[in-house]
T-cell receptor
Framework: AQSVTQPDIHITVSEGASLELRCNYS??????LFWYVQSPGQGLQLLLK??????LVQGIKGFEAEFKRSQSSFNLRKPSVHWSDAAEYFC????????????FGQGTTLQVKP | EAEVAQSPRYKITEKSQAVAFWCDPI?????LYWYRQILGQGPELLVQ????????DSQLPKDRFSAERLKGVDSTLKIQPAELGDSAMYLC?????????????FGEGSRLTVL
């Protein structure tokens, strides 16, 4: 069955520190992978996506993610966190065989300390 | 910038009452999704439309939930009767409909509280 696991429910980092949010997926075919961000009370905004090609993808707001097929992972990184990055982050997986359905992880809440 | 519009943003109702949510996708987007997000969890797909046709409603509790997209544009999600466990954020999203090569654009959601 398709699934996404985000092992860290809550992460706290200091402003200016680096960040890595973990995502592991289970998918029978070639996955399409996404990271979305959700500010409190808001909808979801796409940060970046991976379909094929270069396994290191760049997104908006200085985020990047690396696809590692051998580890079934798609971890999100940012070299220097800003206070405005505090939000909830969701990893999602979909596949080329369907019409756009995404399966989301449970999310990781990021808190940024001044 | 084009956005997905949803209303109402907040709805408080008593159990056994009927509630309805409305979504207007980005113009030209053929695919429309309704997701439910329970507090502390990721969004879960309830129903997916391609134009006016339902593509996937396998996770929609059909005894109390219904969804329609009559003209293939805006959509309504209805719950009747509402139960305490329906308290959640209901998110609408749209995409161009070209499979997963496209991004899903989400609205701000409708937060439902059932008392």
């Amino acid at each position: 069955a398709q699934s996404v696991t985000q092992p860290d429910i809550h992460i706290t980092v200091s402003e200016g520190a680096s960040l890595e949010l973990r995502c592991n997926y289970s998918y029978g075919a070639t996955p399409y992978l996404f990271w979305y961000v959700q500010s409190p009370g808001q909808g979801l905004q796409l940060l970046l996506k991976y379909f094929s090609g270069d396994t290191l993808v760049q997104g908006i707001k200085g985020f990047e993610a690396e696809f590692k097929r051998s580890q079934s992972s798609f971890n999100l990184r940012k070299p220097s966190v800003h206070w405005s990055d505090a939000a909830e982050y969701f990893c999602a997986v979909g596949g080329s065989s369907n019409t756009g359905k995404l399966i989301f992880g449970q999310g990781t809440t990021l808190q940024v300390k001044p | 910038e084009a956005e997905v519009a949803q209303s109402p943003r907040y709805k408080i109702t008593e159990k056994s009452q009927a509630v309805a949510f409305w979504c207007d996708p980005i113009s030209g987007h053929a695919t429309l999704y309704w997701y439910r997000q329970i507090l502390g969890q990721g969004p879960e797909l309830l129903v997916q439309f391609q134009d006016e046709s339902v593509v996937d409603d396998s996770q929609l509790p059909k005894d109390r939930f219904s969804a329609e997209r009559l003209k293939g544009v805006d959509s309504t999600l209805k719950i009747q009767p509402a139960e305490l466990g329906d308290s959640a954020m209901y998110l609408c999203a749209s995409s161009t409909g070209q499979g997963n090569t496209g991004e899903l654009f989400f609205g701000e959601g409708s937060r439902l509280t059932v008392l």
